[in-house]
Every structure is written in structure tokens, then in C-alpha cells.
């Protein structure tokens, strides 16, 4: 079936710092990639997305781009601050998203001041 | 505010006794999720719901019963609960049209003991 692999945490930042999560997915067909943040104590939400091959999704200084020939989707952020500290989830659906969200394990994130 | 409303937050059950989650949406959204989160695993699909009157196993379905009771509420019911069950369980809705993200709520943290 589906999956996601993502790298393991935790991962500590100094403020400004530079960000890397990796994420490969394995899938049938053409999938849909999503980033989702958890902040402590809440649910996830959306980060970004993208729907087909070389689409960059990005938001809150968050960037991801769809690699189909890496099958990779790895978020970045050119300077991370205290408030992105959270659980970071890269997801995968199928095309249309029709299939329920399949999520990798996350990546915990710490940024210290 | 609209969005996704779990009940209860937080819940501690002795083993082998029963309890539903409740949840329920105020978007007209279609599909609805059920995820459990265990530190390592990330989220894991229970049950889900494409549609009103529809209801299918997910990954980790063992343990569970799920009713869409309309097109607003889902619940996740925990018949003779085990400690194997102890998690973190997010409720999620989805509208049909299009690759859309998906709307958490805000979590019940189980304890079975």
C-alpha cells in the first residue's frame, strides 16, 4: 500500500537557522503531498500542498516541492523562529483526494531562542 | 467558530469498559476521519466515512465501531476497552470537491488502565 517516510526527530534549531524535513512516499498512480503542522496541545493543520509533479506549495516561509523522479517531498524554511516549534506530518492521498490521508510517522521540531 | 468539535477532551476508562467519542462538523463537509495518534506512529486510520451513510475500516479497524449519524456527526465507540487503546484520537472532516486538506479537531487523549 501507500506510505510516507519521513525523518526522524527530534530536531533542534537555533532561531534563524536553516530547516530540512525529508519525506519520500511510496504510492500507486499519481498522489497528492501535504505538509501538516501540529502545535502542542492542538490538532494538525494544513500547511501546504501540491497536486502534481514540480508544484511548490508554500506558506509561512514553509516550502515543499513535488519530485516525482525522487518520489520526494521535503519541507524548508530559510529561517526558522521559536513559534515554528511543533510536530511537522508529510501525508499523501491519491490523486483527487478520494482516499483517506495516509501520514508519516512526524518529525517533533524544537527551535531555541 | 466553524470547524471540527471533539468531546470529551480527556478521558480515563478502566479496562474492559465501553465509551463513544463524539464528533461532529459544522462545514457541510462529506467525508469524515477517525485517526489515532501513538508517540512513533503517527496517525493511523480508524474508520472513515465518504459520504452519509457510508462507513469503511481503515488500518487499525480491531477494537472499534464507528455510526455517521448524519452528515455532521461521526463516533468512535470503544466497546471493552484495552490499554492498547490508550492514544491520542483526532477527528477529521473533508469536503468532496476536490484535493482539499482536511480539518482536525482539537483531540481526546484516551488512558485505559
Known amino acids: 500500500g501507500d506510505s510516507v517516510t519521513q525523518m526522524e526527530g527530534p530536531v533542534t534549531l537555533s532561531e534563524e537557522a536553516f530547516l530540512t524535513i525529508n519525506c519520500t512516499y511510496t504510492?500507486?498512480?499519481?498522489?497528492?503531498l501535504f505538509w501538516y503542522v501540529q502545535y502542542p496541545g492542538e490538532g494538525l493543520q494544513l500547511l501546504l500542498k501540491a497536486t502534481k509533479a514540480d508544484d511548490k506549495g508554500s506558506n509561512k516561509g514553509f516550502e515543499a516541492t513535488y519530485r516525482k523522479e525522487t518520489t520526494s517531498f521535503h519541507l524548508e524554511k530559510g529561517s526558522v523562529q521559536v513559534s515554528d516549534s511543533a510536530v511537522y506530518f508529510c501525508?499523501?492521498?491519491?490523486?483527487?483526494?478520494?482516499?483517506?490521508?495516509?501520514f508519516g510517522k512526524g518529525t517533533r521540531l524544537s527551535v531555541i531562542a | 467558530n466553524a470547524g471540527v468539535t471533539q468531546t470529551p477532551k480527556f478521558q480515563v476508562l478502566k479496562t474492559g469498559q465501553s465509551m463513544t467519542l463524539q464528533c461532529a462538523q459544522d462545514m457541510n463537509h462529506n467525508s469524515m476521519y477517525w485517526y489515532r495518534q501513538d508517540p512513533g506512529m503517527g496517525l493511523r486510520l480508524i474508520y472513515y466515512s465518504a459520504s452519509e451513510g457510508t462507513t469503511d475500516k481503515g488500518e487499525v479497524p480491531n477494537g472499534y465501531n464507528v455510526s455517521r449519524l448524519n452528515k455532521r456527526e461521526f463516533s468512535l465507540r470503544l466497546e471493552s476497552a484495552a490499554p492498547s487503546q490508550t492514544s491520542v484520537y483526532f477527528c477529521?472532516?473533508?469536503?468532496?470537491?476536490?484535493?482539499?486538506?482536511?480539518?482536525f479537531g482539537s483531540g481526546t487523549r484516551l488512558t485505559v488502565v
Open positions: 504510492a500507486t498512480g499519481y498522489p497528492s
Open positions: 501525508a499523501l492521498s491519491d490523486r483527487a483526494g478520494n482516499t483517506p490521508l495516509v
Open positions: 477529521a472532516s473533508r469536503t468532496v470537491t476536490g484535493v482539499k486538506g482536511y480539518t
